[in-house]
């Protein structure tokens, strides 16, 4: 049901550069309205930024646990 890591890697930035495309030729007010948390710009940027955010804290974090453990 899920697609794999390497997919998933590969996907969500094309989509998400796919809503910046789109809502650049969509909004008239597009600079400004990128800032809005109800628009498909805002999230179109946030996507791309959080998810390799989220994969450092949490290698960080299984790192941390397994030094912990072996000392």
């Not at 969509?26 to 946030?46: A, I, R, W």
Request: charged share 5%; net charge neutral; glycine share 4%.
């Amino acid at each position: 049901l899920l697609p794999s890591l390497p997919t998933l890697t590969v996907l969500v930035p094309l989509l998400s550069l796919a809503g910046l495309f789109y809502s650049a030729s969509v909004d008239e007010t597009f600079p400004q309205g990128c800032t809005s948390t109800n628009s498909l710009c805002f999230y179109s940027l946030l996507l791309p930024v959080t998810i390799p955010v989220y994969v450092f804290f949490h290698l960080w974090t299984w790192m941390g646990i397994k030094l912990f453990r072996h000392n």
